[in-house]
């Protein structure tokens, strides 16, 4: 299950990772653009449009190169994690309660 999903336009970013993220990611690239890869520390670029491709961006850094023409739309699904102190729960659209009471983690 991804509880997340981001919508970017023409995004281009330095290497962030996911640490936050609790699982892999889905990604899809749309638009007519060249450019922009999605690459990652291990060496491992994704560019294809149009399809869907499940990235670790939560165990790797990761960044873009630059977008050298058109529009580029990254759609991604992703799960966050719970911080330390909040308790996940199932039955609400928001899988964090940030409740005192919560147990450790």
């Known amino acids: 299950i991804r509880d997340r999903i981001t919508v970017n336009k023409n995004a281009v970013c330095e290497p962030p990772g996911d640490g936050n993220n609790a699982a892999a990611s889905w990604i899809c690239f ?7 890869e999605l690459v990652f520390e291990d060496g491992t670029e994704i560019s294809e449009p149009r399809t869907w491709h499940r990235v670790k961006a939560n165990q790797l850094l990761h960044w873009n190169k630059p977008i050298t ?37």
């Open 30 to 36: 749309l638009g007519d653009f060249t450019g922009g």
């Open 69 to 105: 023409s058109g529009t580029k739309y990254s759609v991604i699904l992703y799960q966050r994690a719970c911080k330390p102190g909040l308790r996940c729960l199932k039955s609400r659209k928001d899988p964090c309660d940030p409740s005192p009471s919560c147990p450790p983690p």
